[in-house]
């Protein structure tokens, strides 16, 4: 009887997981096929024409570009010295442990409730107005859950015995994680903060309060300029251009370069991942 059972969990896993990559790969594919048609040169290189019904995407896509490099600068190193704080010198006591816990609240607050934060804190209290730098630093707060929870996880599995050999042999406390604690976990944070990064890149609500454009024909120049961003982009012309029949197709091409995107950052995690895993050992 408990092969039975055994058996049939075992079967309605597999079922669950083949429903989902099916229903994945037709998504995709059906993505790629309806964007295929409109994807080129021209539609990567140039700004949008007559009303976004021709032309491309280039500054859709250099903005979410440096609106998703703005949000690394501001959440990665925030997140992984708050990581290394919590991991390496805070006690376990009742205050950390409440400060974990509001951490692992925050990865699950909706975006859209740090698009409204951003706009009081960064757009208003401090006056930085609809801009790039507004957008990356919401992004930043939406990615900073993320980026802290992989870091600490990533520490936390470098064993003890690493760091007490460092302090047996003289080292202080911060040489000990410089050199010996935090080249092992670098592959855990990279994973971390690309995977976080690749979802900020796919945030639609937090930039449309703090600075992303409805139609902008040029890439921003400072970090004070609005910009357009591929999901904005995207959501427009599915939902609220005059002519959605017309630009459908520019719609798919525009979804599909989007997908690739995260694909791609996805897939560099991954990359990262190995070759940072295959380095460490080869040098043990």
């Not at 599915?238 to 791609?264: C, D, M, N, W």
Request: charged share 15%; net charge positive; aromatic share 10%.
């Amino acid at each position: 009887m408990k092969r039975l059972w055994s058996a049939l969990g075992r079967s309605y896993l597999v079922l669950c997981t083949l429903a989902t990559v099916a229903v994945l790969l037709g998504l995709l594919g059906h993505i790629a096929w309806e964007g295929w048609e409109v994807l080129g040169w021209e539609f990567l290189t140039t700004p949008p024409r007559k009303g976004m019904t021709e032309g491309g995407i280039f500054p859709a896509i250099a903005g979410t570009t440096m609106v998703s490099l703005l949000t690394v600068f501001f959440a990665l190193p925030l997140g992984v010295g708050a990581a290394v704080y919590l991991n390496e010198y805070a006690r376990d006591a009742s205050t950390t442990r409440m400060i974990r816990l509001a951490i692992r609240n925050l990865s699950g607050v909706p975006s859209v409730v740090y698009g409204l934060f951003g706009v009081v804190l960064f757009v208003d209290l401090l006056g930085l107005g609809t801009s790039l730098l507004s957008a990356g630093l919401t992004l930043g707060l939406l990615t900073l859950p993320w980026i802290i929870t992989a870091s600490e996880e990533a520490l936390r599995g470098v064993p003890q015995s690493y760091r007490d050999g460092a302090l047996a042999l003289g080292a202080t406390r911060w040489q000990a994680v410089r050199t010996v604690v935090l080249p092992p976990a670098m592959p855990g944070i990279l994973t971390g903060a690309i995977l976080g990064l690749s979802r900020a890149a796919g945030e639609t609500a937090p930039i449309l309060f703090t600075g992303v454009a409805f139609y902008l024909p040029f890439v921003p120049g400072s970090p004070s300029d609005q910009f357009m961003a591929l999901p904005y982009h995207l959501y427009i012309l599915s939902t609220q251009h005059h002519a959605i029949e017309k630009v459908r197709p520019l719609a798919y091409g525009t979804a599909l370069v989007l997908v690739g995107l995260v694909f791609a950052l996805n897939l560099g995690a991954f990359a990262v991942r190995s070759r940072m895993r295959r380095r460490l050992e080869s040098a043990r």
